[in-house]
């Protein structure tokens, strides 16, 4: 059963057209991605879902209310992790949550057990009497996502949770959010990496300049837009690969002096190229990274 639904969703900021349009349905206890490059206006769709920003027209309706006559009962059963990091510096780990508790009129003796308890899941507890100004990066990141975790709400937005940290500090954030899953939450994240909307999202859309290109699981996505391979093709310069992609059939994106080659056999690809040309390449499976190569001609960077 859906929980959050968008219809006819648009948003202009100064007559640029940040959201253009579009539709969209989460699932209860899905993990949901808008994946997309910088500026292909997730943001601005997170922040009208948790009522942040007004919608400009059409409507988004969440646990079947809109935002745009029940913002206080949608923000009391949202919980977001925003992209920038605005933690009170000065303050410990506890006082921050403990603060914003607040917000959620939760009594004092309810906030302190629910904040002894995401502690211990984020793995914080002896850090608790810390202050942020102390912290790493990979902490700072899990207190934010600690702390959208406070009011215990339905659904968990994260923006961009990963942006910026190392690969372990990455991968303790993969864990949790595929641990909040496991407890039923209804997660809805954006990011502009591919291998993250792969490892943990059920569907996604994939934006671009505020409009969504496409609407599916990973794998549907790649096998519908691409195929299971991609031979990538590393001509000497552009005039050379626009020559070669005139001798191979099928489906090729060019960008610049590099072909990429889609289809569903390995060995009949590496083939092709191999009838085709003596200059460098290989053969890999293809990814999301591919299908917004084909779909935008260029990459999510
Ligand atoms: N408050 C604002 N005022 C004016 N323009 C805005 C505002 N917020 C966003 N925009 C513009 O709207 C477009 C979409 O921005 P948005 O932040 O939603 O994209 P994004 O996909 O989240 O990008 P990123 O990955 O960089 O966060 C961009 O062109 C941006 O400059």
Partial sequence: MAIVVGTDLTKTYNGLRAVDNIN?????????????????????????????????SGDIVVNNMSVKTDARKIKSVIGVATQEDNLDRDLT????????????????????????????????????????????GGMKRKLIVARALVNDPEILILDEPTTGLDPQARRQIWDTVIR?????????????YMDEAEELCDRLALMFDGKILEYGSPKELIEKIIGTNVCELYAPDKESANEISKTIPGSIEQVGSRLYIYGNDANVLRRMCEAA?????????????????????RGLK
């Fill in 180 to 192: 909040l899953k496991s407890e039923g939450k209804t997660i809805i994240l954006t990011t502009h």
């Fill in 93 to 136: 780990i506890f006082e921050n949550l403990a603060i914003y508790s607040r917000y959620f009129d939760i009594s004092k003796g309810v906030a302190k057990k629910r904040i002894d308890k995401l502690l211990g899941f984020f793995d914080l507890t002896s850090k608790r009497d810390t202050r942020v100004d102390e912290l790493s």
């Fill in 277 to 297: 040309t003596s200059a460098k390449h290989s053969v890999r499976r293809a990814t999301l990274e591919d299908v917004f190569l084909k779909l935008t001609g």
């Fill in 24 to 56: 969209f349905s989460i699932e209860r206890t899905e993990c949901f991605g808008f994946l997309g490059p910088n500026g292909a206006g997730k943001t601005t769709v997170m922040k009208m879902i948790s009522c942040r920003s007004p919608v400009g």
